[in-house]
C-alpha cells in the first residue's frame, strides 16, 4: 500500500496504490468546496444520480464480483429529495472496488482514478486539470525510476544468461583457469 501526496493549487491531494491499482484522494479534493467538511461535499456526490449511473458502470466493467441486484434499487431512488448514500454505504451494498473508504482520525474516501478525475470535474474543471498534470507528472516520475530498475534487473539477468552460454559454447573443457578468464573478459568486452 503506498501512500504519496500531490499537491494541487496548494491543496495537498493523498493518493493510495492499491494492488497495482491506482486511487486519489476525493476527500482532499472536495475541501476545494468546503474545507471544514469535505465528507458532506462527498456524499452529496453520492446522492446524484448521474454520479451511481457512472459508478455503477465503472463497477461492470471492473470488477466481476458488483452486486448488480443491489444496485438497481438505488439507482431508481438516486437523485430524489430523501435518498442519502455515503461512500461506505456504496461500498457495503454493491461490493464496489472503485471506492475505498478509511475510518477514524484523519479518514478518507480514496477512489480509483478515473472515479477520482470525474468527481474533481464535478468540484472544479479548474481543479481537475491541475490535479491530472500534477497525477501524469507523478507517473512519469515512477516510470523513470522503474525503468532504471527494470533495465539494472535484466542487465543482472543477462548476464548470468551470457555467462552460461559462453561457457557452455565458448568454452573448450581443455583449458586452464587463465585462459578461460581471458575467453571470458574478451566475451565481457564484446557485450559491453
Excluded at 499537491?7 to 492499491?18: A, F, G, N, P, Q
Excluded at 539494472?152 to 565458448?170: F, G, P, Q, V, W
Amino acid at each position: 500500500m503506498a501512500k504519496q501526496n500531490l499537491i494541487v493549487k496548494e491543496t495537498s491531494v493523498r493518493t493510495l496504490k492499491l494492488d497495482g491499482v491506482d486511487f486519489i484522494s476525493i476527500t482532499d479534493i472536495a475541501k476545494q468546496k468546503n474545507p471544514v467538511e469535505p465528507k458532506d461535499v462527498v456524499k452529496n456526490w453520492f446522492r446524484l444520480k448521474n454520479t451511481l449511473e457512472y459508478l455503477g458502470l465503472w463497477e461492470q466493467l471492473n470488477n466481476p464480483d458488483f452486486k448488480r441486484v443491489e444496485f438497481d434499487p438505488l439507482l431508481k431512488e438516486a437523485g430524489s429529495n430523501a435518498f442519502t448514500m455515503s461512500p461506505t454505504r456504496w461500498v457495503e451494498l454493491t461490493n464496489a472496488v472503485g471506492i475505498v473508504t478509511k475510518n477514524g482520525a484523519g479518514g478518507c474516501t480514496f477512489a480509483q482514478r478515473d472515479i477520482a478525475f470525474k468527481f474533481a470535474a464535478w468540484v472544479s474543471v479548474e481543479f481537475e486539470l491541475y490535479l491530472i498534470k500534477e497525477f501524469q507528472r507523478l507517473k512519469e516520475e515512477e516510470q523513470k525510476q522503474l525503468g532504471w530498475s527494470v533495465k539494472r534487473e535484466l542487465t543482472k539477468l543477462n548476464y548470468h544468461i551470457h555467462t552460461d552460454a559462453i561457457k557452455k559454447n565458448l568454452v573448450p573443457e581443455e583449458l586452464t583457469t587463465k585462459q578461460t578468464s581471458i575467453i571470458y573478459a574478451s566475451e565481457a568486452d564484446v557485450l559491453n
